[in-house]
C-alpha cells in the first residue's frame, strides 16, 4: 500500500489550504487514517485523526482551524487548513494502519505518505 499525499502550497497568512492523501488500494481492516506534521528541527508531532466510523482528534494547536476528514471511498483522507499560521509551517504526512498478508499470516502494519510541504504563510 502507497499512500500519495498533495495538495500543499503557497498561502497567506489567515489563508486557507487543503491537503488529500489517497491510498493505492483498499487498505484491509484499516482503523484510523492520521495527519503529522513535521517542522524543521522539530520532531514529527500528530496534527489530527479520523476513525472508520467518523471519530475525529486533534492537536490542541489546530482545534478549531483544522478538518480532517475521510473521503467516501474510504482509501481517501482529507485536511483542511484553515486561518493558517506561521507556525503552520511544516512537512505534512498522512499515514494508516491496515492489515497485510505475510508467510506467517496477517500483520498489522501503518504506512506512510511522502509527505507534502507546506510553507510559512506570505
Known amino acids: 500500500v502507497q499512500l500519495q499525499a498533495s495538495g500543499g502550497g503557497l498561502v497567506q497568512a489567515g489563508g486557507s489550504l487543503s491537503l488529500s492523501c489517497e491510498a493505492s488500494?483498499?487498505?484491509?481492516?484499516?482503523?484510523?487514517m492520521d495527519w503529522y506534521r513535521q517542522a524543521p528541527g522539530k520532531e514529527r508531532e500528530l496534527v489530527g485523526s479520523?476513525?472508520?466510523?467518523?471519530?475525529?482528534n486533534y492537536a490542541d494547536s489546530v482545534k478549531g482551524r483544522f478538518a480532517i476528514a475521510r473521503g467516501n471511498a474510504k482509501n481517501i483522507l482529507f485536511l483542511r487548513m484553515n486561518s493558517l499560521k506561521p507556525e503552520d509551517t511544516a512537512v505534512y504526512y498522512c499515514n494508516a494502519d491496515g492489515l497485510i498478508s505475510t508467510n506467517f499470516g496477517d500483520r498489522r502494519r501503518v504506512f506512510w505518505g511522502q509527505g507534502t510541504q507546506v510553507p510559512s504563510p506570505a
Open positions: 479520523v476513525t472508520g466510523s467518523g471519530d475525529t
Open positions: 488500494e483498499n487498505i484491509r481492516s484499516n482503523n484510523v
